[in-house]
């Protein structure tokens, strides 16, 4: 299993970025897909899911309505739409796949691409 992140930077307030994470070695359309992040100094923490059937979402409050996060399962890629940054979302951002095999979940991370927001 691998997933790849992209996409992170160094963005103004208010300014926008979206993040890819590519999978691969499983079957990504059958995976609930979330982004996780990490700030200095804090825990980790869910940012968005994404089911598997329906692809419904879910968000966490500190992010609703300015984040999206949306799937291609025709490219194995899991995205994460930001807009209307602010400090607070500096972070390094982690895409995490739950895996399901034989009658068990697994869960696996990619390697993280930080987001700085910064005037």
């Known amino acids: 299993v691998q997933l790849v992140e992209s996409g992170g930077g160094l963005v103004q307030p208010g300014g926008s970025l979206r993040l890819s994470c590519v999978a691969s070695?499983?079957?990504?359309?059958?995976?609930?897909m979330s982004w996780y992040r990490q700030a200095p100094g804090k825990e980790r923490e869910r940012v968005a899911t994404?089911?598997?059937?329906?692809?419904?979402?879910n968000y966490a409050d500190s992010v609703k309505g300015r984040f999206t996060i949306s799937r291609d399962n025709s490219k194995n890629t899991v995205y994460l739409q930001m807009n209307n940054l602010n400090s607070e979302d500096t972070a390094v951002y982690y895409c995490?796949?739950?895996?399901?095999?034989?009658?068990?979940?697994?869960?696996?991370w990619g390697q993280g691409t930080q987001v700085t927001v910064s005037s």
């Open positions: 994404i089911t598997s059937e329906n692809s419904n979402t």
């Open positions: 070695g499983f079957t990504f359309r059958n995976s609930d």
């Open positions: 995490k796949a739950r895996v399901s095999r034989n009658f068990m979940f697994y869960y696996y």
